[in-house]
């Protein structure tokens, strides 16, 4: 599978926990997105990095998410003490730079948080 | 107001009927236009993408753009039940984020 991966598919957490979930992008991609999306919404914006290099943080992104890209391969995004308002499915896109007219979405990770 | 508006459905119509899927936008600055499909507890598949004004075809899929009024659509011709799906349309900002709307809940009724 060359696609845009995403693990886990679901995580059920209790309020208060930390999760951490990854990405790993199409190889040759260096451009890549984090988005959330919620029950009867479209995705909204979050974060990006393109290489190792985080551009820019969306207002959505509290001070209890982190994003890394260390080595500019695969990246992860923490939440820390969840919350029910977390709950929402995340997804990971990837794409060339000044290609993102086809940039590729993983299966995302749904997250919910009881 | 939101950057995208997309009415949200759902949006019923008998196998064969063609669908038309529309959205309208507020940022004059947006120059590529794109429809997503997004089956359920699935990610976004592209289906098409425009850049500025015009039409585009793709098999049984039409994508519209006018600019003069900020709005976009998407013909289904033909449609199939394989083509029940959320139909999100989108466009790029300037700082290369995708922006999308809402999204169309669409079922083709066998």
Same mark, same amino acid.
């Given at each position: 599978?060359?696609?845009?991966?995403?693990?886990?598919?679901?995580?059920?957490?209790?309020?208060?926990?930390?999760?951490?979930?990854?990405?790993?992008?199409?190889?040759?991609?260096?451009?890549?997105?984090?988005?959330?999306?919620?029950?009867?919404?479209?995705?909204?914006?979050?974060?990006?990095?393109?290489?190792?290099?985080? +551009?820019?943080? /969306?207002? &959505?992104?509290?001070?209890?998410?982190? #994003?890394?890209?260390?080595? =500019?391969?695969?990246? %992860?995004?923490?939440?820390?003490?969840?919350?029910?308002?977390?709950?929402?499915?995340? +997804?990971?896109? /990837?794409? &060339?730079?000044?290609?993102?007219?086809? #940039?590729?979405?993983?299966? =995302?990770?749904?997250? %919910?948080?009881? | 107001?939101?950057?995208?508006?997309?009415?949200?459905?759902?949006?019923?119509?008998?196998?064969?009927?063609?669908?038309?899927?529309?959205?309208?936008?507020?940022?004059?600055?947006?120059?590529?236009?794109?429809?997503?499909?997004?089956?359920?507890?699935?990610?976004?598949?592209?289906?098409?993408?425009?850049?500025?004004?015009?039409?585009?075809?793709?098999?049984?899929?039409?994508?519209?753009?006018?600019?003069?009024?900020?709005?976009?659509?998407?013909?289904?011709?033909?449609?199939?039940?394989?083509?029940?799906?959320?139909?999100?349309?989108?466009?790029?900002?300037?700082?290369?984020?995708?922006?999308?709307?809402?999204?169309?809940?669409?079922?083709?009724?066998?």
């Amino acid at each position: 599978d060359t696609g845009v991966s995403q693990d886990p598919r679901h995580k059920i957490t209790k309020r208060g926990q930390n999760v951490t979930f990854r990405c790993d992008p199409i190889s040759e991609h260096n451009r890549l997105y984090w988005y959330r999306q919620t029950l009867g919404q479209g995705p909204e914006f979050l974060t990006y990095f393109q290489n190792e290099a985080q +551009l820019e943080k /969306s207002r &959505l992104l509290s001070d209890r998410f982190s #994003a890394e890209r260390p080595k =500019g391969s695969f990246s %992860t995004l923490e939440i820390q003490r969840t919350e029910q308002g977390d709950s929402a499915m995340y +997804l990971c896109a /990837s794409s &060339l730079p000044g290609l993102i007219t086809e #940039a590729f979405f993983g299966q =995302g990770t749904r997250l %919910t948080v009881v | 107001q939101k950057e995208v508006e997309q009415d949200p459905g759902p949006l019923s119509v008998p196998e064969g009927a063609i669908v038309s899927l529309n959205c309208t936008y507020s940022n004059s600055a947006f120059q590529y236009f794109m429809w997503y499909r997004q089956y359920s507890r699935k990610g976004p598949e592209l289906l098409m993408y425009t850049y500025s004004s015009g039409n585009k075809e793709d098999g049984r899929f039409t994508a519209q753009v006018d600019k003069s009024s900020k709005y976009i659509s998407l013909f289904i011709r033909d449609s199939q039940p394989s083509d029940s799906a959320t139909y999100l349309c989108a466009m790029i900002s300037r700082d290369d984020k995708i922006i999308f709307g809402k999204g169309t809940r669409l079922h083709i009724l066998p």
